[in-house]
Every structure is written in C-alpha cells, then in structure tokens.
C-alpha cells in the first residue's frame, strides 16, 4: 500500500475530528474501521489493556468475558505480537497470512492497548499515517473511557469488587509524564483492592506524589483512602503545603472515620532544582535508585506516627518535612509494606533486596517506569502464587529535566 496523498490524508483526519464528536463510545472502533478503510487499509481493531495488564482484550468487549471453558478473552500480554507492541510502546508488523502492523494506543505516556491495522502492504510514509491514526485513537479513548461502561468492561475479566469499584474511581491515571518527570504506579489485587491508593500530578514546576496504606481490607479501607486522597487533592488545590496536607487527612479522619488509620508518604519534587520533599507518616521509607544502584539510606528518615491515631478533640501532630536533593535521572520508589511483606506458600517473604533487584535490573534492561512496574507486580504475583493477603502498591517515580 502507498501512502494517501497529503491533502487527502489531511481531510481525512479532520472528517475523523469531525466525525469523533457525534458517536457515542459504543460507536468508536466503527468509526476507527471505517478510517482505516479509507486510508487503503483492510480494516482496523482497537484492543484494550486489561486492569492488571495481562490480556488486551477486543473493543466492543466479548460477553461473557469468560469463554465457557474458562478460557480469558483477548490476547496475552506477554508472548504475542500484540503484546510486545504495548510493553515497548513500538510498532510491530506482521506478515503471512495477517500482513498489517501492530501499534501501541496510549494518552499522554499513559498506555492503553493496542491498534490492529490490516493492510497488504506498508511503505514508511504509509506507517507514518497509520501512526497517526494510533494517536487520535488513544485520545478519543481517553475522551470517552470516563463515562463510558463498554470502555470500562474492555478493562475487565473478572468482576470488580465494591471497594475496588470505589478505589480505582478515585485514582489517577496508572502513568503521567512531562519533559522534566514521569510516574507510574501499580496496584494489586487489582479486581479487590483493600485500602491501597496512590496520587501523582503535574504543574510547570512540581510533581506531586502520595502512596496510603489504610488499615483492614474492606470498604471502610477504601473509603478511608478516598477520604485521604480527596483530603490531600482538596489541600493541594487550596495552595496547602505537604504539613497542610497531612493535617486535613488527619482531621477528616477523626471526624468521619474515627477509629481509622493509615500510613502514608506525601512528596514534592522540584522539577527545577531537583530537591525533593516528603513526609513520612508510619510509611516504608523511599528509596532513591541511581545509575542502576540503590543509594543507601538516601530517604531514611525517622517516620511519625500514621493518621487518624488522634480524637478530633486532640491537637493534630504537625508533620515533619524532610528534604533531599536528586541528580539527574534519579528514580523515587515508594511502596507499601504488602510488597515487602508477601509471602510464599512456603513462608518466604518477597523482602526489599527482592524488591530492589527486580527494579534494578528493570532499569539497566532500558525498560520504562510502566514496563518495570509490571513485571516487578507479575513477580510478586508469582512470589505468592497468586494468591495475596495484603494490597501490593509501587510508585515508581523519574526526574529526567
């Protein structure tokens, strides 16, 4: 196949502009198609990433979502074409009998899944375009995926929880990223959270990050790390610092959850200067990996006692705010005791050497903050035959000015 002219390919695309913003969610991969089609190709498929990332799974979703045999739907992760095309965010072509090319879809450095493009033929100018194609897909999911159950089903293979349903509606995109920082978190048991939730955002000059651990494994656990997380976002968003922070938490946690309490870490890092902030409230301390090596004791500080320990009638206990400066290309890893604390069926905890290995190892294999991340929650997955008794949460962090 040859590339569409210039022009053409031009009105195309305003057409699918155009055409993008009068179908509804369920009329997306039609849409996709048929623009496909239009380009000389042989069709198009949009596959989504599944919660826990290992099925990209066909939009409009199977139903059921499981085949009668047990079978899950979709396409793994790991293994298959589809799959290499999302871990390394490349194209992927293919021959034989299914010529075509496999294209990451992705919002921002957020991943999503995949486009499946069929074509006789593709030349570099012709996979240029298709790439483009991939762009404006990846964004009119990320448009739509926040009102819309079908988008939402194509996530799932499994029934979500209550307290999971409530955590993950709370809860930022898995991977945000700038010129100057990335970060990307990971969650497990993705279908049955607990308590575990994390927070990352970006201005022009400050990445925000937050990891809680609330107590107990039930709804009063997440709805315990929503209040948290409305408590930091609503400070945050008021112009509050990380000690306004952790004071709203800790009093909206003894006025509404009395009882409750959790541990947490709150950060800043100056996308400028590099100097990172960060309060430590009966937390595992951070960690700073640099130049594929842990640097000791870089973010070991004392840490304060968890929120919500206090009555409302009592003075909050103010936070301590810690300071430290990072060198270029640093990575900031924190985590939640239920990583460290995993245990085989044999009794052997998954610990932090095994934790710092794989992420070391991760990052002198080139692989991106996302790729490390899931691997790292595949192995300790395995670790405990997949079966965990704690939430298992990482925020992987990366200043690159």
């Known amino acids: 196949m040859s590339d569409v002219e210039d022009a053409d390919f031009g009105r195309l695309m305003r057409t699918l502009l155009r055409d993008s913003h009068r179908v509804g969610p369920d009329g997306l991969p039609a849409l996709i ?4 089609r239009s380009m000389d190709l042989l069709g198009a498929e949009i596959f989504l990433a599944d919660v826990q990332q290992t099925r990209l799974i066909p939009l409009p979703p199977p139903a059921p979502t499981r085949a009668p045999d047990g079978r899950e739907p979709g396409l793994p992760v790991e293994g298959t074409l589809a799959g290499w095309a999302y871990r390394t965010g490349s194209p992927r072509l293919t021959t034989g009998s299914e010529p075509g090319v496999w294209l990451p879809l992705a919002h921002g450095v957020e991943r999503l899944g995949v ?11 012709a996979l240029e375009q298709c790439e483009a194609l991939a762009s404006l897909t990846g964004q009119f999911l990320a448009s739509v995926s926040g009102f819309s159950d079908t988008i939402l089903r194509g996530t799932r293979i499994r029934p979500m929880s209550l307290q999971g349903e409530l955590a993950w509606a709370f809860m930022p995109p898995r991977t945000i990223g700038s010129r100057e920082a990335t970060s990307s978190a990971a969650l497990e048991p993705a279908y049955r959270i607990g308590g575990d939730a994390f927070d990352h955002t970006l201005t022009a000059d400050t990445l925000h990050l937050t990891v809680i651990d609330a107590m107990g494994h039930d709804l009063a656990s997440g709805l315990c790390a929503a209040v948290a997380l409305a408590g930091c976002r609503s400070t945050r968003r008021d112009g509050g610092n990380l000690a306004d922070i952790t004071a709203a938490v800790d009093e909206a946690l003894g006025t509404w959850l009395p009882g409750r309490l959790l541990t947490a870490v709150f950060a800043d890092l100056d996308l400028v200067s590099g100097v990172l902030t960060w309060v430590n409230r009966g937390h595992p301390a951070p960690l700073v990996i640099r130049h594929q090596h842990v640097v000791p004791d870089a973010l070991q500080r004392p840490a304060q006692l968890p929120l919500g320990i206090g009555r409302r009638d009592t003075p909050h206990t103010p936070s301590v705010i810690h300071r430290a400066q990072l060198e270029r290309g640093d990575r900031i890893l924190i985590h939640t005791d239920g990583v460290t604390d995993a245990r085989s069926p044999a009794g052997e905890l998954f610990g932090e050497e095994r ?3 794989t992420v070391v190892r991760a990052t002198a294999a080139g692989e991106a903050a996302p790729e490390a991340l899931r691997r790292l929650i595949r192995d300790i997955l395995d670790h405990q ?3 965990l008794t704690d939430d298992a949460t990482i925020l992987l962090a990366e200043w690159h000015p």
């Open 33 to 36: 198609d048929a623009a496909a």
């Open 115 to 125: 486009l499946r493009l069929a074509a006789r033929a593709l030349d570099p100018a």
């Open 355 to 357: 934790l710092i290995d």
């Open 385 to 387: 035959h997949g079966r």
